[in-house]
């Protein structure tokens, strides 16, 4: 059974910041199997240890969801043998089973969810609900005027199949936003293959109703708004 510091498990309740649950500790605000305590450095088993705050139950939480903004150089995945992943970057000790939904490439970057919650991803993730991804694109040469067509019509990018339908909204010569709806490996970078143009950089905006959260720098975190959340789930 997993152990973990008091004040961390504290933090990450959301009772308050790391110094906040310092002084509710030293105020003796904070008990623990009945018993009050005053440093945060003891270690509780956060499955049978009872954690009180004013008298009050601090449930951990069962689901989490932190929005990342996902720099470049991590691979989104839960466990790698060479290189950083996403999971590194998110500050929270006490839940286990987080894992990415869904995978941006190393050198991708924006919005990544990040969860515990198998049924939420799996609504976002399947191929029959259609959920929109929008990526910012940056390419090394002009974009055809006849992309957009073409990426409406569908492409061959060596699958069985052409691409869905996706949007594309020309920004500039060689920048766009480009909506799709499936998730096939490098599926961006290969669609702008296919017209002649490779892609330099690639950020995702926006995955359905979440959009990246532009104030959160690259490699940034934080929870889900209940608002965010409920607009996903819906
Ligand atoms: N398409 C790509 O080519 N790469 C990504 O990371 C995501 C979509």
């Known amino acids: 059974m997993s152990q973990l510091r008091l004040d961390k498990y504290l933090a990450d ?22 018993t009050i305590v005053k440093s945060g450095d003891i270690k509780i ?7 009180q705050y004013q008298g009050q139950p601090v449930l951990r939480e069962e689901f989490v969801y932190y929005m990342l903004n996902k720099p ?3 691979v989104s995945a839960t466990e790698d043998n060479t ?10 000790s006490s839940h286990h089973d987080l894992f990415p939904v869904g ?8 919005l990544l969810l990040i969860t515990n919650d198998g049924v939420l991803a799996h609504q976002l993730l399947s191929p029959k609900k259609h959920v929109d991804k929008t990526y910012y694109v940056e390419v090394d040469t002009a974009i055809p005027p006849a ?3 073409q990426f409406q019509e569908g492409i061959d990018i060596g699958e069985k199949r052409p691409t ?3 949007r594309l909204d020309i920004l500039s010569p060689v920048t766009a936003h480009i909506t799709i709806q499936e998730g096939k490996f490098h599926q961006v ?13 690639l950020k995702r905006i926006r995955m359905g109703t979440l959009e990246l959260d532009e104030a959160l720098p690259p490699g940034g975190s934080r929870r889900l708004t209940e608002q965010e959340l409920n607009a996903l789930s819906r």
């Open 13 to 34: 309740a959301g009772i308050g910041s790391r110094s906040q649950v310092k002084q509710y500790l030293k105020k003796g605000m904070i008990s623990v199997n009945d």
């Open 45 to 51: 088993r956060p499955e049978t240890d009872i954690v």
């Open 72 to 74: 470049a150089g991590y």
């Open 83 to 92: 290189c950083e992943t996403v999971l590194s970057l998110i500050p929270d």
């Open 103 to 110: 995978r941006l490439d190393k050198d991708t970057e924006g």
């Open 147 to 149: 992309a957009s067509q």
């Open 164 to 166: 869905l339908p996706a």
């Open 189 to 201: 970078k290969r669609m702008f293959h296919a017209i002649g143009c490779e892609v330099l950089y």
